[in-house]
């Protein structure tokens, strides 16, 4: 089976514009024809402000209806696939780590936002009408700078950008920041997110983190959970789930070479722990995906 399709560069009509694009989601469906792409991933941030919509979209194999008034967030490496049932109206945005460096907005900025979740489920926002037409709004000003030659165009998107970006923060933050948890807290969640991207294939303990974070386990727990509504662990086992996923769906590894893959001990562990968090086996969510 071939490996996932990765876009490097972001869709846009200017070729050497790969850093940002805008378009109108109709558009896009004209120019395909209604046809879903395949399962793929991008090295970059996608965001769909979906005005109205019938059909599907799946996240790292979790499957969401498109409806009206939603807005998406797919994170660098994701797996995504749109399958429409009839036109969507909205738009789809995609941008890349250099516009955001290069236009003055620190990643420290997307990363605590709790927009991008990386690993696990990725629903949709749901923001009530007053709220859907604010973001809206950025997102038509921000279609309307694309297509010009205004001076100093892709700081103004930038902007407008991250009004965007915050009016939907605004929607979904609704978990209460506790008031005895530190205000290092951002950044002990980027550096947690950083070490499990690097050991999660062989270590899976929310003590070995925090031992390697200084701190712990209980204030990790606390301090994650404050900031996102779920725990450390939840975290860790989402990335060993979703990269389970991709594996059985991508590649041509065994059960048993995925589970040594992802550092357990016995094909068997692997296989009980899979079952428990996604109700199928190994093979039977293979099999189901491919037949899909």
């Known amino acids: 089976m071939d490996s996932v399709k990765t876009y490097q560069k972001v869709y846009s009509e200017d070729e050497e514009d790969v850093s940002f694009g805008i378009f109108r989601m109709e558009d896009i469906y004209i120019e395909q024809n209604g046809k879903a792409d395949e399962p793929h991933r991008h090295n970059y941030y996608t965001v769909l402000i979906v005005n109205r919509a019938k059909g599907l979209h799946k996240i790292d194999f979790n499957t969401y209806e498109l409806s009206n008034k939603q807005v998406f ?36 900025f997307i990363e605590s936002l709790n927009l991008f979740q990386n690993y696990g489920q990725s629903p949709p926002l749901q923001p009530n009408k007053q709220q859907f037409d604010a973001i809206e709004h950025y997102a038509n000003q921000i279609f309307d700078l694309y ?47 950083k070490a499990v991207e690097q050991n999660y294939k062989k270590e899976h303990s929310t003590t070995f983190y925090a031992n390697e974070l200084y701190i712990t386990p209980d204030h990790l727990n606390r301090t994650f959970k404050a900031r996102t509504g779920n725990t450390a662990k939840d975290y ?37 722990f899979f079952k428990k968090h996604t109700q199928l086996s190994p093979s039977n969510f293979k099999k189901n995906e491919i037949q899909s």
Do not use: W
């Open 73 to 108: 967030f797919v994170a660098p490496g994701q797996v995504h696939q749109v399958i429409e049932s009839e036109m969507s109206i909205g738009f789809a945005m995609t941008f890349s780590i250099e516009f955001l460096v290069e236009n003055s907005i620190p990643l420290s």
């Open 147 to 193: 297509g010009s030659n205004t001076q100093m165009k892709c700081m103004s998107i930038s902007a407008f950008l991250k009004l965007l970006l915050i009016e939907c923060n605004n929607v979904c933050a609704i978990i209460p920041i506790e008031m005895d948890v530190d205000t290092t807290g951002d950044n002990l969640i980027r550096s947690f997110k």
């Open 236 to 272: 860790i086992q989402a990335r060993i789930i979703t990269e389970a996923k991709r594996l059985l769906y991508f590649s041509d590894l065994t059960n048993k070479e995925i589970a040594y893959e992802l550092g357990f001990n016995e094909p068997a562990n692997f296989s009980a």
